[in-house]
Every structure is written in structure tokens, then in C-alpha cells.
């Protein structure tokens, strides 16, 4: 959001990571660039690395070679937690919310950094504790309402629909007041109208928060309509990188993803 | 005598083979940690002890109806408990719950049937010694000894050379690609059920022989579960080496150092080992996929 | 000044008429709560596993009993310094082997438990050895115990309904999520160990306080197999359904004098039971409310042509 970062050096830069399974190269000398404000789309059939991808941004997997560098920082290797609190916000293929907790906590847990209370403060119920939390159940309901979930804040999050847990793993994200968004398929099993919805939640999200997005998505149309650059992944190589329409006409692409069908 | 302190670890480290390798199979199917595992073997030994004092059948015949009754139980707890456990989707915590509260089950059941008298087989082996190189071994746990090894060559053999292994092999891997490909997953896990209650039926019975019977004897089951830590977890050969690494070392710090600190070493040396390659011995990391 | 609070007890239990059979009852019950709860917020609330924590208790005990009787320290700052003594060890343990997966961060807390109490069995000059430690000042009366086990549920309840309760649940929930939103994994853990081992320690005191002798094999494995149990029945996930299920395990045998050999027989058909038929017991997620409660009674006089309001929904 409105932090001091200097708008015009990549929000993200990957520069020739490497990673391995065994002998699989899940990700071969991979580079990357997204300018502030971008939407930036990642193809590629299953299994061309792009999950791995994201993993290694996020510090899940170290990359054994390659640099990433997020706001002109260097993350590389960063753990998980500290990659999060530094203002990358992600969501899973398969969700992964805290199923058993209530909608609203799940949002408040994701702003914890904003808790800044200590234990006697708990304790004691503190003015200092209330406001605070306060403060957390009013940032966790703002991003609810965006979402379109405010009036189904008591339900536990296992409990809703499909789409609607989407959503809420997306405000979740923004709790953490994200630079950068990773979306990892979210129109995975949605059909196209639900999708176009998507399409357009994505681009609100974009603007009300004033973010950059990177998108793992295999809707082409959702691509298309959403992407301002996207990057074609095969067996862990990148294909092609450019404009959805210049990837689209890419023969190298073709040959290897869209086969023809778009 | 150290060559003689050897022998008797080593043979020790079989019977906890025997355990460690059921336990590890069941581990590497399921994920989790059987905390009942032990208490099959002390069910077999109480059969044999039926079946070889209170009814007048010869100790053979005794030891298999007690090695047949560890993998009845062994089959019947997967059956009636840890399946309908599985099938409600929890973690698999809720498993080792259930099996903690099966261990205690039949630990008081025995203690209810057969009081905390300390039992024993009917045969005089325990006391016996031959001279092997200016060593007094123990026969007992020379018989004991040779009986795991041809066991555990056994069960080597099933897992690594027969269709019911590959299957094994298979669901330890992947449960859900074994299902597509035809794989009986429940049959498979049953069957892995029976044969680890054989084998800890036979440990059970070669531990009777060379201590006693007693309702908490199936407290050595922890010693199966560290045994197989010690070798990481899941893997057979990783079990067996384990098992046999825990016996020597237990049975050397006994006789070196304090019985009482047996147990004090053998976690310490767990530690370490776990510290310096947190998978164990002989596992493998395995990265979490997110 | 222990003399001046234990007469006090000894006027309140007079004047309600309460036998000093039932305030043994009592205190059982308030060290078995304090160790509960302790247990709840780590597998309840963390779904993490441990076996040590009688080893936590034993520490707990020991420090207490040998600070009030060697160093006459007064009992109220040997119970929290014994406390603490147990919540040190939990960090520097937990520091070590919570970075183990599952399975071997549970096989390190059983070691660990049972080294704690070979060493205390070993180191006779301090400790007893396993003749025990005897002559420890009866500080634990009812009234003390139940302040403190108040005491302990208020800051249990605090500690949960904050920040800290909801990382913890969040670990408990989905790990890689909870990194994933910037919650340390490893510290939210081990502040639940720590926490958790605080507890134990902070019912080993009193158990010292009121047993006035203590021994090495009272804090066995079974012992911590009892705390897990009871925390099973109780309810994962519930602070209340803890409390509730150590006020049964402890009650009810003693109502049922007569079943006394079949009691552990029937903790472990209990807690097989409901981790088949209803994993989260008799609290599961849920804290108790009285109005639900008053609800779930009224449906059951309707008959059952209603559901009941108190059934929320499973977890799965």
C-alpha cells in the first residue's frame, strides 16, 4: 500500500534461479521482472514449475542458485514467516485456510503484525489491548466487505462454498497490507462466468489497494482479459515472456502449451 | 566378556527388530506412530504362556498359537478401531490418540486377567550357557538370535522381492496413485496389520523366554518406536539397524556403566543422532509441498 | 505465614462443613486441572504432542520441594520459581527439538521425560533418590489450590482469546498458512511448549505441597499419558472441556470406590471411544456456554423433533 518504496525499481526481480527435485529440474535459470502496479500472468502446462515458483519466492524452497529480490531487497532464502511480514501476501492451489477457525479470525491471525500488545496487556484487558484489537476486527472487516464476505463472519471458514473460500483466502492475504500478491490458480474449477466475476474482483483488488499481482492461472481468457505480461513456463524453462497477445502468437508456445486450441 | 556383552546385545536388538520393523511398516503405510505396537507382543507371550502352563500343549505349539493371537489383535484393532478412525478424515494424531488408549486397554486388561505375577515359559533355556571362544553365551539368546535373522531375512524377502511387497512399497509412496493404479489399499494395510502382530507375537514370545511375562511388558513397544527414530522412520532396513544399535548400546551401558542409566543413554543418543540428521539414520527428507 | 493460611482454610472448610477427605478430593482435582489446561493449550490448541510433561511436573516438584526445605524458601516463590524452572527447561528443550517433525519432536519429549527422571532417581544427594523426598511443608490446603487453579484458567483463557491463542491455533490449523500470513512456526511453538510446561511445572509444586513427599516413579509415562487422556475427553480445543474433563477423571473414581482396578481400563476405552466416534470430546472447539447448555436441555425436553442448538458443527 502507501509504504515509502521507491515505485520505479522492480517490486519483484528474479534473476537465474535454479531449484531440483532429485534429478527433475523444477525450475531451470529462471528470470523475472514486474514493475509496480502490474498484473503479470504465469502459464505453462502442469508441472512446468510454476507452484515452484512461487515457493521459492515465498522461502518455502531455497533456490540453489539465483537471486530474488523483492523492493530492490534481496530475499533469498528469507524463511516463510519473515517473507510475509516483509509485504508478500500469497494464496494456495489447494486452499489452505484455518478451516475450524471462523471467517473473521482468519482474517485477523493474517494481521497479526498489527497486534502490538504484550502479554500483560492481554492479560489485564488494557485500554492499549482493546483499541488494539478493535483496530484488527475493523481492518479484518474493511477487507471481508471487499470481498463480499462481511455478513459471513461468524461462519467457519470450512464450512463456506468453494468460491467463497477463494475470496477469503484473498483478504486474508491483503491483511498482511501486501506489496506484492501471489495468486496461485484462482480460477481453478470455476466456470467462465464465475471467472469473468474473477477477473474483475482481481483488477478492483489491484486498484483499491494500489498492488502488483503475480498470477498462476491456465484460464487463457482469464489471462488474456487480466495480464498485462505473463511468462510461459515448460519443464521448468520460460518459453516465451510478453503481452498475453504476443505470447498467444509465440509458435513456440503454441507447440508446447496451447496446442492450437486458442 | 565384552565379545559375550556383544552377542547379548545383539540379540536383544533382534527382538526389538522384530518390533521395530512391524512398527515402521505400519508407519511408512499410514503415517503414524502404532503406540499399541507393543502391546501385541505382550498379548502373544500371554497366549503362549495359556496355552504352555494352564493348558498341557508343548511349548512350540504354545508359541505359535501366541504368535497367531498377536496378529489376530494386531488385525482386529486396524479393523474395528484405526479404520473407522481414518475414515472420519482427522489428523493423524487422532490415530496415536486411539492407539495410546488401546495400549493402556490391554495393558489393565492384563494386569485385571492375569495380576502382575511375573511368568515364565516352562523350560529351563535361560540359564544355560555354551562356550564359544573363551565366551560364556547365553543359549537362549543364541536360538534367539538366529531366530530373528531368519525372520527378518524373511520379511526382506517379502518386501523387496514379492507383488504383495510391491504393493506395500507402492502405498508407502503414494496411497492415492497405488488406488488408481488397482492397488486394495484396505486389504493391503490389513495384511501389513497381521504380519507386523506375527512379528511382534514372536518378539514378544523370545522376550517372554528370556526375561518373563509381565501385564506392562509391552512398554518395549517405545523401544521399537525409538529404534525406529534411530533409523528414520518408516524404513525397514532403518528399523533393523536401529533396533540392533539400541540393543548393543543398552546392553553395554548396563554392563559398563549403571543399569540404571540404561534408558538415560539411549535417549541421549537419540537425541544426538536426531540433532545431527533430523530424519534419522537411514531416512529421507522429505520436503513438504505446499 | 504458613501457619496464619493454613488456618484460615481450616476456619473456611469448618464453617462449610467440608471433610478433609473432600479437600483432598479437591486439591487432586485443582493440580489435575492446572496440568490439563497446560496440556490443553499445547495439543488442543497447537496440536502438538508431548510426553514429558510429568517430566515438566517432576521439575516443577523437586524445585519446589528442595527450595522450601533446604533453602527454606518461602513456599509462594518456591512454587513460581519452580514453575519457571519447568517453563526454562520447556525453551531450551523446545529450542533444540521443535525444529523435528512431528513424530521425532514426540519421541525426544518421551526421552526427555524419562531421563528427567532417571536423573532424579540417580542424583540421591539432592533429590531422594527413588526412597523419595520427604518432609515438604504442607502449603497446598484446598483454598490455596483452588485460587491458584482459578488463577491459572483466567490466565489460560486470557492467554488463548489474544494474539497468542490465535497463532497457536493457526499452527494447529494449517502450518504452511499460518507461515504463509507471518507467524513464526517455531516461536509460536515453542511458547506453546514453554507455556504448556509452565503448567506442569505449576501443578508439580502443589502436588509437592501436598502429598509432602515425593517420588521419582509418580511422574512416569503414565502419568503423562493420563494428562493427554484426560485432555482427549475433555475436548481438544476447549479450555472448559478441559477443566471439565480433569474434574471427572478425578471425581468419578472416587464416587465409584469400588470400580477402583478398572479405572485405567476405562480412561482407555473412554478416550478410545471418542477419538472414533467423536474426536474433538466432549468440548471439542467449543467452550462451554450456559446458554447453549440451558438450550440443549430445553430441546431435550421438546423430544428430539428439534435439533439441538448446542451441536455446532463438526470439524473435519
Not at chain 1, 97 to 119: H, R, S
Not at chain 2, 33 to 40: I, L, P, R
Not at chain 3, 228 to 233: L, N
Amino acid at each position: 500500500m502507501s509504504k515509502n518504496v521507491d515505485k520505479t525499481i522492480p517490486v519483484l526481480e528474479m534473476q537465474g534461479v535454479d531449484k531440483h527435485f532429485g534429478g527433475v529440474h523444477a525450475i531451470d535459470n529462471f528470470s523475472v521482472q514486474i514493475k509496480h502496479g502490474q498484473i503479470h500472468g504465469l502459464i505453462g502446462p502442469n508441472g512446468a514449475g510454476k507452484t515452484t515458483i512461487f515457493n521459492n519466492i515465498t522461502g518455502i524452497y531455497v533456490p540453489e542458485m539465483g537471486k530474488i529480490l523483492f523492493n530492490g531487497q534481496d530475499i533469498t532464502g528469507t524463511p516463510p514467516h519473515r517473507v510475509a511480514q516483509l509485504g508478500i501476501g500469497r494464496t494456495f492451489q489447494n486452499i489452505r485456510l484455518f478451516a475450524n477457525l471462523p471467517v473473521l479470525e482468519n482474517v485477523i491471525i493474517a494481521a497479526n503484525k498489527d497486534a502490538t500488545y504484550g502479554f500483560m496487556d492481554a492479560l489485564l484487558k488494557t485500554p492499549k489491548y482493546k483499541e488494539r484489537e478493535k483496530a484488527l476486527e475493523e481492518k479484518a472487516m474493511g477487507l471481508l466487505k471487499v470481498v463480499g464476505l462481511a455478513d459471513k463472519t461468524k461462519e467457519l471458514a470450512g464450512s463456506l462454498p468453494y468460491g467463497h473460500q477463494r475470496k477469503l483466502e484473498i483478504a486474508r492475504a491483503m491483511a498482511l497490507d501486501p506489496d506484492l500478491l501471489l495468486l496461485d490458480e484462482p480460477a481453478a474449477g470455476m466456470n467462465t462466468e464465475e471467472s469473468l466475476d474473477l477477473v474483475n474482483f482481481v483488477r478492483e483488488i489491484r486498484d483499491t489497494f494500489d498492488i502488483t499481482i503475480l498470477m498462476i492461472e491456465h484460464h487463457m481468457d482469464v489471462v488474456s482479459s487480466l495480464c498485462d505480461y505473463c511468462t510461459v513456463l515448460n519443464f521448468g524453462k520460460t518459453i516465451a515472456v510478453g503481452t498475453p497477445a504476443e505470447v498467444k502468437a509465440d509458435p513456440e508456445v503454441i507447440k508446447a502449451y496451447l496446442g492450437g486450441t486458442v | 566378556m565384552f565379545f559375550q556383552q556383544l552377542i547379548t546385545g545383539i540379540s536383544v536388538g533382534g527382538i526389538y527388530a522384530l518390533l521395530a520393523t512391524g512398527y515402521s511398516l505400519i508407519y511408512s503405510l499410514l503415517d503414524f506412530s502404532n503406540w499399541s505396537h507393543g502391546e501385541f507382543a505382550m498379548v502373544g507371550a500371554y497366549i503362549a504362556i495359556v496355552f504352555s502352563t494352564m493348558l498341557p500343549f508343548p511349548f512350540l505349539v504354545a508359541a505359535m498359537i501366541g504368535v497367531a493371537g498377536g496378529a489376530l489383535v494386531s488385525w482386529l484393532t486396524e479393523k474395528v478401531v484405526y479404520r473407522r478412525i481414518r475414515s472420519t478424515g482427522g489428523p493423524n494424531m487422532f490415530l496415536m490418540i486411539g492407539a495410546m488408549g488401546l495400549s493402556s486397554v490391554f495393558q489393565q486388561a492384563a494386569n485385571l486377567i492375569f495380576t502382575g505375577q511375573y511368568r515364565s515359559y516352562p523350560f529351563k533355556l535361560p540359564v544355560s550357557t555354551i562356550k564359544i571362544a573363551g565366551a560364556y553365551i547365553g543359549v537362549l539368546d543364541l536360538i534367539s538370535l538366529i531366530i530373528t535373522a531368519i525372520i527378518l531375512i524373511f520379511l526382506m524377502y517379502i518386501i523387496n522381492k514379492t507383488q504383495f511387497g510391491l504393493n506395500v512399497r507402492g502405498i508407502a509412496c503414494n496411497q492415492w496413485g497405488a488406488k488408481i493404479l488397482g492397488v486394495k489399499v484396505d486389504s493391503c494395510i490389513s495384511k501389513v496389520f497381521i504380519l507386523a502382530g506375527c512379528l511382534a507375537g514372536v518378539a514378544g514370545i523370545l522376550y517372554g523366554a528370556k526375561y518373563n511375562v509381565w501385564p506392562t511388558m509391552g512398554n518395549i513397544g517405545l523401544k521399537a518406536f525409538i529404534s525406529s527414530v534411530l533409523g528414520g522412520l518408516g524404513s525397514v532396513p532403518g528399523a533393523i539397524l536401529g533396533a540392533v544399535l539400541l540393543g548393543i548400546i543398552e546392553t553395554l551401558v548396563s554392563a559398563y556403566v549403571s543399569s540404571s542409566l540404561r534408558d538415560f543413554f539411549s535417549f541421549a543418543l537419540l537425541i544426538v543422532i536426531l540433532l545431527v540428521k533430523p530424519s534419522g539414520l537411514l531416512g529421507v527428507d522429505v520436503q513438504d509441498k505446499a | 505465614m504458613l501457619s496464619v493460611f493454613n488456618s484460615i482454610n481450616n476456619a473456611f472448610c469448618n464453617t462449610l462443613g467440608i471433610s478433609s477427605y473432600m479437600q483432598g478430593v479437591v486439591v487432586l482435582m485443582c493440580i489435575n486441572i492446572i496440568a490439563v489446561l497446560g496440556m490443553s493449550v499445547l495439543t488442543g490448541f497447537t496440536r502438538l504432542f508431548s510426553f514429558g510433561n510429568a517430566g515438566f511436573m517432576s521439575i516443577g516438584a523437586y524445585a519446589a520441594a528442595i527450595l522450601t526445605v533446604r533453602y527454606n524458601v518461602n513456599f509462594l516463590v518456591a512454587i513460581i520459581l519452580g514453575a519457571l524452572a519447568a517453563g526454562f527447561v520447556a525453551f531450551c528443550l523446545g529450542s533444540i527439538t521443535l525444529r523435528l517433525k512431528g513424530d521425532y519432536f514426540l519421541i525426544t519429549c518421551l526421552g526427555f521425560g524419562e531421563c528427567v527422571r532417571v536423573l532424579f532417581n540417580w542424583t540421591k544427594n539432592l533429590t531422594g533418590g527413588s526412597a523419595g523426598f520427604p518432609g515438604i511443608p504442607a502449603y497446598s490446603n484446598m483454598l490455596f489450590s483452588v485460587v491458584c487453579t482459578i488463577l491459572a484458567f483466567f490466565i489460560a483463557w486470557r492467554f488463548i482469546h489474544s494474539k497468542y491463542g490465535r497463532n497457536l491455533t493457526s499452527i494447529r490449523e494449517n502450518e504452511v498458512a499460518a507461515q504463509a500470513v507471518g507467524i513464526n512456526a517455531f516461536r509460536t511453538k515453542r511458547l506453546s511448549f514453554v507455556f504448556s510446561a509452565i503448567y506442569a511445572g505449576w501443578a508439580g509444586a502443589i502436588y509437592a505441597g501436598y502429598l509432602m513427599y515425593i517420588v521419582p516413579s509418580a511422574f512416569n509415562l503414565g502419568k503423562s499419558c493420563e494428562l493427554i487422556t484426560t485432555t482427549v475427553i475433555g475436548g481438544l480445543g476447549s479450555l472448559t472441556g478441559s477443566v471439565l474433563g480433569a474434574i471427572l477423571v478425578t471425581v468419578l473414581p472416587e464416587v465409584f470406590r469400588s470400580m477402583a482396578n478398572y479405572r485405567m481400563l476405562l480412561y482407555g476405552i473412554a478416550v478410545v471411544l471418542v477419538i472414533m466416534f467423536k474426536p474433538t470430546g466432549l468440548y471439542g472447539y467449543k467452550e462451554f456456554s450456559l446458554k447453549r447448555t440451558i438450550a440443549w436441555f430445553k430441546n431435550l425436553g421438546k423430544g428430539k423433533d428439534k435439533p439441538a442448538a448446542a451441536e455446532g458443527k463438526e470439524d473435519k
